[in-house]
């Protein structure tokens, strides 16, 4: 299974209008449900008078960590169609909320697919798409005694340090590679006094 993929580096915007109405969509870039959330509640807040507010997330690698939402508009005309521009980006960890101001004229399903499906798309296209790897998380801790081992094991294979504390008792966060980890891993259990623990994945 791969440990890499495609998203965006950071938020865009997009823009599609049609007979009066307005779509406007908003790209980032998300690695949970919970940031997603906070998105979308202040898209709200900031676009209190917009009609509808549809979205679409897609997460991870594999095709099971997604939602759409339709907001009110007619079933599988707004979420469905931006969360197809995810997939036809071939994007991940990625949220697109459309806010929808009505125009006054309707324009009906097939209007409203396309209507979200090019918003959602503009704002992809005004994005900066990345490759990223797939990390584990992990936090070691260890007596002072034995920072220059620590160290030195960092510096030797290039570990991303995200946090760090030294005190009395130390502790350091570190990603690595997915497909590297194991390996690494082992190899920092052999340092006395060190205890490794698994946080998360993303």
């Known amino acids: ?13 997009g823009v599609y209008k049609e007979k ?23 898209l709200k ?3 209190h008078d917009a009609r509808h507010h549809c979205y679409a997330f897609r997460l991870g690698l594999t095709e099971n960590e997604y939602r759409y939402s339709d907001d009110g508009e007619p079933n599988n005309s707004a979420g469905k169609p931006i969360y197809g521009q995810l997939l036809s980006s071939n994007i991940t960890n990625v949220t697109i909320i459309v806010i929808r101001y009505f125009g006054g004229t309707k324009l009906g399903v097939g209007g409203l697919i396309t209507a ?9 296209n005004n994005a900066k798409i990345v490759k990223r790897t797939v990390n584990h998380f992990y936090t070691i801790k260890f007596d002072y005694a034995a920072m220059s081992d620590v160290m030195n094991f960092i510096k030797l294979h290039n570990l ?3 946090n760090q504390v030294f005190e009395n008792n130390c502790s350091i966060e570190f990603n690595i590679r997915t497909k590297e980890a194991e ?17 998360r994945t993303i």
Do not use: C, W
């Open 1 to 13: 299974m791969t440990d890499a993929y495609f998203t965006i580096k950071q938020p865009s915007e």
């Open 20 to 42: 009066g109405s307005k779509f406007i969509a908003f790209a980032y870039p998300i690695y949970n449900e919970e940031e997603f959330k906070e998105h979308l509640t202040q």
């Open 45 to 47: 807040k900031d676009y």
């Open 116 to 124: 979200y499906k090019e918003a959602a798309r503009d704002a992809i």
């Open 160 to 162: 991303n340090v995200t």
């Open 183 to 199: 390996q690494v891993i082992t190899e920092f259990e052999k340092i006395e006094n060190v205890k490794i623990e698994f946080l």
